[in-house]
Nanobody, 127 residues
Framework: QVQLVESGGGLVQAGGSLRLSCAAS????????MGWFRQAPGKEREFVAA????????AYADSVKGRFTISRDNAKNTVYLQMNSLKPEDTAVYYC????????????????????WGQGTQVTVSS
């Protein structure tokens, strides 16, 4: 079992930056692949970024490549999402998630590959 709690959301002007954090409980955190997803009003939840269990692999949605960076600190049971050059279209509730499977070699990009979800944190980017 893994419990996830996101923090770091807020209101920021276009072009600004935010860093989201996701604190995880559980002794086996380092063995889970981790991901960030987001959901804007009236839209489906979509993939943003993911990192494999051993930090070797990352994956990003095309819309955030070059602007967002996912990282993890297994000693702190925390995964981060650094968001730079934010745009109004980045406005959404951001969720972190942990994979169904332990030790995934690849960064997982599909919602069905994730079993544990946080409650979400709101990010609002004003123009």
């Amino acid at each position: 079992q893994v419990q996830l709690v996101e923090s770091g959301g807020g209101l920021v002007q276009a072009g600004g930056s935010l860093r989201l954090s996701c604190a995880a409980s559980g002794r086996t955190f380092s063995r889970y692949g981790m991901g960030w997803f987001r959901q804007a009003p009236g839209k489906e939840r979509e993939f943003v970024a993911a990192v494999s269990w051993n930090i070797g692999r990352t994956a990003y949605a095309d819309s955030v490549k070059g602007r967002f960076t996912i990282s993890r600190d297994n000693a702190k049971n925390t995964v981060y999402l650094q968001m730079n050059s934010l745009k109004p279209e980045d406005t959404a509730v951001y969720y972190c998630a942990a994979t169904r499977d332990l030790d995934p070699r690849e960064a997982r990009m599909q919602k069905y590959e994730y079993l544990y979800w946080g409650q979400g944190t709101q990010v609002t980017v004003s123009s």
